[in-house]
């Protein structure tokens, strides 16, 4: 049986002082990606921080640290504020297609929740449409959505799989993300060169093996 995604906090935002937001589109609204009120909150306790690591945080490198690292985490977990199965339903139409549907090579980039740390790598989703499609840009949207968050890279695969097929109802979703994680990489056991890969299925992606080989055959091709 398919997790339901975790519930998502949500979080007023009141200024975008960079000019930076999520594009506008139809099944959600803009996010402004800065509040300044959290940015003000934020910035106090990562001066705390800096003393505490023994640095001066009145010093010229460093004076505004504090307000550059809280905008940096503002932007990095925005997608708490995002609804990812409005962003499907944004772009759904009818339409008799039935064969496979992969967006592969999605750039994805999240946060370790244990160590809040970068992880980042590639996800591929594919599904078998059921009378019902999206348009091809909302599946990298869903991804960015859910991995613009605090993460483990387990949670992120199942969350993106369930989105997917409980939005378009298809006939099977298939998700694969390869990521590497900076927390093994710069910290603990320090394997630079380590790539971790997760899957999820639902529907004929799980019952017949020869659609989930075509799919991992596509997911593996180099076609460019």
């Known amino acids: 049986m398919a997790r339901k995604p975790a519930p998502k906090p949500r979080r007023k935002r009141t200024a975008a002082p960079d000019g930076e937001h999520e594009p506008q589109g139809e099944g959600y609204e803009r996010i402004d990606l800065y509040d300044a009120q ?9 001066g705390d921080i800096l003393k505490a690591i023994g640095e001066d945080p009145r010093r010229e490198g460093l004076k505004k640290t504090p307000e550059r ?18 962003i499907l339903r944004s772009a759904m139409f009818t339409e008799a297609y039935s064969q496979m ?23 591929h989703v ?9 348009g091809l840009s909302k599946i990298p949207r869903v991804v960015d959505a859910f991995a613009r968050r605090l993460q483990v890279q387990e949670r992120l695969t199942d ?4 989105c997917v097929h409980e939005t378009l ?23 630079q060169n380590s790539v971790t890969t997760t899957s999820a299925f639902t529907g004929i992606f799980l019952t017949d093996h020869r659609t989930r080989e075509e799919f991992i055959k596509l997911t593996s091709a180099n076609l460019h």
């Open 69 to 86: 690292v809280a905008k940096a985490l503002q932007y990095l977990t925005h997608g708490y504020d995002l609804d990812p199965a409005a």
């Open 159 to 162: 969350q993106i799989r369930d």
């Open 169 to 191: 109802r298809p006939l099977g979703v298939a998700v694969v993300l390869e990521c590497a994680h900076l927390c093994m990489q710069m910290r603990g056991i320090q394997k």
């Open 126 to 134: 594919a599904y078998i449409p059921d009378g019902r499609i999206t």
């Open 101 to 123: 549907v992969l967006v592969k090579d999605i750039e994805v980039y999240s946060m370790c929740e244990h160590h809040m740390l970068p992880f980042f790598g590639k996800a």
């Open 38 to 46: 959290g940015i003000r909150r934020i910035s106090g306790h990562y």
